[in-house]
């Protein structure tokens, strides 16, 4: 069974704080893993990761893929409170291009 | 501009009632989706559609239908069958290519009371 396991579910830190998120997946037909953040709406794109190795960066977020080891983290530096909300990860599968997610880590960073 | 539309925002049902959520897209995208989401969980596939006339069952599709008359189209008719349908229910549609993109609708709140 396809499957996403992201950790820690829920994570409380202090503005300032830096922390890393994970990801690990089990799906077939691997095409990419995608990030998201989700405010109570729709979820926000962030990140596409396609090859191993490479780190993708966006101001103080950045990610990286390990697909030997069927794993990924985001990192977030120097958090502010509008970090919070709850971060989704997402493998792509090749073909029908379904996004298989997981359950998301909520994020609360306090002042 | 081009983008996914979803309606409506909020909506009500009596237990018993089919009900059926719209999804327009303006994106010439091929491929379309409907996602479940419940509270603290991530999203789950309900049904996609690759191309018109065509769709397949995701992982929850018992419950619910679809249709694909359209391109632009791809509306949920959440039926009596589904047995807990208070959720929020993201459309989304993506180009099917290897590039990213998938776009996400707004999303519906569904609660049956």
């Known amino acids: 069974e396809d499957k996403v396991v992201q950790s820690p579910l829920s994570l409380v830190v202090h503005e300032g704080d830096t922390v890393t998120l994970n990801c690990s997946y089990e799906?077939?037909?691997?095409?990419?893993l995608l990030w998201y953040k989700q405010e109570k709406k729709a979820p926000t794109f962030l990140f596409m990761l396609?090859?191993?190795?490479i780190e993708k960066k966006s101001g103080r977020l950045s990610s990286i893929l390990d697909k030997k080891e069927l794993f990924s983290i985001l990192n977030i530096t120097a958090t502010q409170t509008g970090d919070s909300a709850v971060y989704l990860c997402?493998?792509?599968?090749?073909?029908?291009?379904?996004?298989?997610f997981g359950k998301g880590t909520k994020l609360t960073v306090n002042p | 501009d081009g983008g996914i539309t979803q309606s409506p925002k909020y909506l009500f049902r009596k237990e018993g009632q089919n009900v059926t959520l719209s999804c327009e897209q303006n994106?010439?995208?091929?491929?379309m989706y409907w996602y479940r989401q419940d509270p603290g969980q991530g999203l789950r596939l309900i049904y996609y559609?690759?191309?018109?006339?065509?769709?397949q069952k995701g992982d929850i599709a018992e419950g619910y239908s679809v249709s694909r008359e359209k391109k632009e189209s791809f509306p949920l008719t959440v039926t009596s069958a589904q047995k807990n349908p208070t959720a929020f229910y993201l459309c989304?549609?993506?180009?099917?290519?290897?590039?990213?993109?998938?776009?996400f609708g707004s999303g519906t709140r569904l609660t049956v009371v």
């Open positions: 799906v077939t037909n691997f095409r990419s």
């Open positions: 559609s690759q191309i018109v006339n065509d769709f």
């Open positions: 396609t090859s191993s190795g």
């Open positions: 994106l010439n995208h091929d491929a």
């Open positions: 989304a549609s993506s180009t099917g290519a290897s590039d990213y993109g998938y776009t």
């Open positions: 997402a493998v792509v599968q090749g073909g029908s291009e379904k996004l298989v």
